[in-house]
């Protein structure tokens, strides 16, 4: 038997252009507007996720790092993150 999670009742408003977006996804997925609005949602919170462990691992390497070419390299990469400049 699958244990059921727990869940919390949101309610969000969203522009007309988004909401139009989620609908089209939901119908060519056939899956409800709400299941994609929760797959979208997880899937950037993993993004962000994902960004802040390379935002560490750039800056380990930048504090290791010797070489001054490979140093700047890794200070744009890390602005990047940071700015997204």
Excluded: W, Y
């Excluded at 797959?39 to 994902?50: H, N, Q, R, T």
């Amino acid at each position: 038997m699958q244990k059921r999670e727990n869940v919390v009742r949101q309610s969000v408003s969203l522009p007309t252009a988004v909401a139009k977006r989620i609908q089209s996804l939901a119908k060519r997925s056939k899956r409800s507007s709400n299941r994609v609005l929760v797959d979208l949602i997880e899937a950037g919170l993993e993004s962000k996720e994902a960004e802040k462990k390379r935002f560490f691992e750039l800056a380990d390497q930048l504090t290791e790092c010797s070489d001054p070419e490979e140093k700047r390299k890794l200070t744009e990469e890390l602005a990047r993150l940071t700015f997204g400049a």
